[in-house]
């Protein structure tokens, strides 16, 4: 069974930093392109960024220059260093493998088989 535990959310003041990580379980994500996905209290779940099987990386602009994704394939981990945080940045975060292998970057969550339970990371001002 496949399975996806995020890690690393918790309280930050805003201008600091955190490290999300996310391991896999059951299979090796390597060849699949991964993303974050953010859910905020009362909202839509909206795309964060997502990295290529090649490493190539696609981010929100409103995070574009303060987070970065990037993967370890020899771990099988995913992370999200998200750095100048900023109270609106408040949310449950969630990472997530696309269906298939050597899929390219996407936005879209419905392109996204795999997801975790998400680790909430709170923002205060």
């Known amino acids: 069974q496949v399975q996806l535990v995020e890690s690393g959310g918790g309280l930050v003041q805003a201008g600091g930093s955190l490290r999300l990580s996310c391991a896999p379980s059951?299979?090796?994500?390597?060849?699949?392109?991964m993303g974050w996905f953010r859910q905020a209290a009362g909202k839509e779940r909206e795309f964060v960024a997502a990295?290529?099987?090649?490493?190539?990386?696609d981010y929100a602009d409103s995070v574009q220059g303060r987070f970065t994704i990037s993967r370890d394939n020899t771990e099988n981990t995913l992370y999200l260093q998200m750095n100048t945080l900023r109270t609106e940045d408040t949310a449950v975060y969630y990472c997530?493998?696309?269906?298939?292998?050597?899929?390219?970057?996407?936005?879209?969550?419905?392109?996204?088989?795999?997801w975790g339970q998400g680790t909430q990371v709170t923002v205060s001002s």
């Open positions: 997530a493998a696309r269906s298939g292998l050597l899929l390219g970057l996407s936005r879209r969550e419905g392109q996204y088989a795999y």
């Open positions: 059951g299979r090796t994500f390597s060849m699949y392109t």
């Open positions: 990295i290529e099987f090649g490493g190539s990386t």
